[in-house]
């Protein structure tokens, strides 16, 4: 079964920019949109952007996202300590009927 | 203001089924138009999809997981459950339930329930 590629850790000083890649295929990012999730030390994921690009209400103007055929990128600018967590994207697969396909997850460390 | 909460056994023996019910306060699954989904998340390791069910009773399932799993609705007490069959110590996890958005495959889940610890062990 697929999954989507994140790079495992990224880090960054506070005030810098920091980036995290999400790869997938022609079947899930390639053909649907893509959502990412914050999930912050023994908490439950929250919902971060939706539809590729679309920050929820609440959610700081500091993140980013966008898609490029079959990748996803979240930006986080001015990162602050806060940030520090485990960051997941998420797409649907058309593939076997359909089914969600997670990202296989990159930690966030500010250092 | 819309909560989910699971409940359930905390631990379950190999071989036997895991059942879980997410209680939804704040809303009405059937009157929404939301999916309703379970995520579970093996201690340390990333999330996995497990299923998803909109009031009406349309499952959609995770392949891999699929002959085991059935997700089912009970409107008249605004929950929606989970039974895994046939469990092993590979099953042990923190399961999530959420409201997905009112397309299958739009991936919003939000909000998500606090979690619930479930540990296969004998």
């Known amino acids: 079964q697929s999954v989507l590629t994140q790079p495992p850790s990224a880090s960054g000083t506070p005030g810098q920019r920091v980036t995290i890649s999400c790869s997938g295929s022609t079947s899930n990012i390639g053909s649907n949109i893509v959502n990412w999730y914050q999930q912050l030390p023994g908490t439950a994921p929250k919902l ?44 649907w697969d058309d593939s076997l009927n359909g089914f969600y396909v997670f990202g296989t997850g990159t930690k966030v460390t500010v250092l | 203001q819309l909560q989910l909460q699971e409940s359930g056994p905390g631990l379950v023996k190999p071989s036997e089924t895991l059942s879980l019910t997410c209680t939804v306060s704040g809303d009405s699954i059937s009157r929404s138009g939301y999916y309703w989904g379970w995520i579970r998340q093996p201690p340390g390791k990333g999330l996995e999809w497990i299923g998803t069910i909109y009031y009406s009773g349309s499952t959609f399932y995770n392949p891999s997981l699929k002959s085991r799993v059935t997700i089912s609705v009970d409107t008249s007490k605004n929950q ?23 397309a299958v495959a739009a991936g919003k889940f939000d909000p998500w329930g606090q979690g619930t610890l479930v540990t296969v062990s004998s």
């Open chain 1, 48 to 91: 971060l952007i939706n539809s590729n690009n679309q920050r929820p209400s609440g959610v700081p103007d500091r993140f980013s996202g966008s898609k490029s055929g079959t990748s996803a990128s979240l930006a986080i600018s001015g990162l602050r300590s806060e940030d520090e967590a485990d960051y997941y994207c998420v797409a």
């Open chain 2, 80 to 102: 929606f459950s989970l039974k895994l069959t046939s469990v092993t110590a590979a099953d042990t996890s923190v399961f999530y339930c959420v409201r997905q958005g009112t």
